[in-house]
């Protein structure tokens, strides 16, 4: 079983960007579709983004298109969230998530068998 563990979180003001990191042990990283969530105080967890296996696909929440890229690196192990132009409403904690299956569910939380502990993002105004 995979194991998942997010960095790259902190406070940064609107209009800045972060890069999440989301590092995956084991040698079947390759194998699992990938996933970001977020989830702010009070509200349910959200798709952010997701890409496929090799990284070819990709699927992105709208109103995070265009701000945001998801990328991978299969040769570590490691998929990438560039957020950038963050606004207050993107503070949340930040989720990366593992799923065997791409297609039309690939947006809902049910979909991730292995989640990692969360990262906080905090934009100040």
């Known amino acids: 079983q995979v194991q998942l563990v997010e960095s790259g979180g902190g406070l940064v003001q609107a209009g800045g960007s972060l890069r999440l990191s989301c590092a995956a042990s084991?040698?079947?990283?390759?194998?699992?579709?990938m996933g970001w969530f977020r989830q702010a105080p009070g509200k349910e967890r959200e798709f952010v983004a997701a890409?496929?296996?090799?990284?070819?696909?990709?699927d992105y929440a709208d109103s995070m298109k265009g701000r945001f890229t998801i990328s991978r690196d299969n040769a570590k192990n490691t998929v990438y969230l560039r957020m950038n132009s963050l606004n207050v409403e993107d503070t949340a904690v930040y989720y990366c998530?593992?799923?065997?299956?791409?297609?039309?569910?690939?947006?809902?939380?049910?979909?991730?068998?292995?989640w990692g502990q969360g990262t906080q993002v905090t934009v100040s105004s």
């Open positions: 084991g040698r079947t990283f390759s194998r699992y579709v």
């Open positions: 998530a593992a799923a065997n299956a791409w297609g039309p569910l690939t947006m809902s939380p049910g979909t991730y068998h292995t």
């Open positions: 890409i496929n296996w090799s990284g070819s696909s990709t």
